[in-house]
């Protein structure tokens, strides 16, 4: 497979990304956070393509980026007060909420779990993607699993040419953090990965000390 380089500017990038994803492909573009491999979260067997392209264990779920913040409700079966509170405060951000998923979220999106993570990038091209798609995208960081996050499209390139058949070049992301995971199954949120979101901040947002996430 030959790997495309566009511009992320280009006329044409997010109408050539999305006849790619709609033919149940993976494509590469930045985030807020890190440059990431994206396709259909509906459809099974593309998700399946982002787990080959980076190597990702099968045990391992793969999160959903959103186009606003009321799809929340779209893949969520329950979303608790406190997630709704992060919700309107970090939207769109550097913060992945792990809700209760609906039972019609394919299952190697969930890994065979019944929780799916979700988040609204602060990501125009992103979410202009997911949008036209008009379904949430499945995404995770666009390199080999366990190997450094992306910030340019020359490390996705790197990592993941000949895997994938389109990288979008917006340049290099402000930084390599990831989301900050919250599971926020229970009615105190857990924190599973710290990254882009200071926890102190998320606790003093739920007015809760900082140590209450790690419970």
């Known amino acids: 497979m030959i790997t495309e380089i566009l511009p992320a500017d280009a006329p044409n990038a997010i109408q050539r990304a999305l006849e790619l994803i709609q033919r149940g492909e993976v494509v590469a573009l ?15 067997d593309a998700i399946e393509k982002l787990f080959i392209a980076k190597d990702r264990p099968a045990h391992k779920a793969i999160q959903l980026l959103i186009a606003d913040a009321s799809d929340l409700e779209r893949v969520a079966v329950q979303v608790t007060p406190a997630a709704r509170v992060l919700a309107e405060k970090f939207f769109p951000g550097g913060l992945t909420l ?3 998923a609906r039972a ?8 065979e779990t019944d929780t799916v993570g979700v988040r609204l990038p602060d990501a125009p091209l992103v979410r202009a993607l ?7 995208l499945a995404a995770t960081s666009a390199n080999r699993s366990g190997g450094v996050n992306p910030r ?3 490390d996705v390139l790197n990592d993941l040419g000949g895997r994938i058949p389109l990288i979008l070049d917006g340049g290099a992301t402000p ?6 995971v919250l599971d926020c199954t229970q009615a105190v949120p857990r924190v599973l990965r710290a990254g882009a979101i200071a926890l102190d901040e998320i606790a003093r947002v739920l007015n809760i000390p900082t140590e209450r996430l790690s419970n």
């Open 30 to 44: 930045p985030t807020d956070t890190v440059y990431g491999i994206m396709t259909d979260g509906s459809n099974a």
């Open 98 to 100: 792990v809700v209760p």
């Open 104 to 111: 019609d979220l394919p299952k190697n999106l969930r890994a």
């Open 130 to 136: 997911a949008r036209a798609l008009g379904r949430p």
């Open 152 to 154: 340019t499209a020359q």
């Open 175 to 180: 930084d390599n953090v990831a989301s900050t």
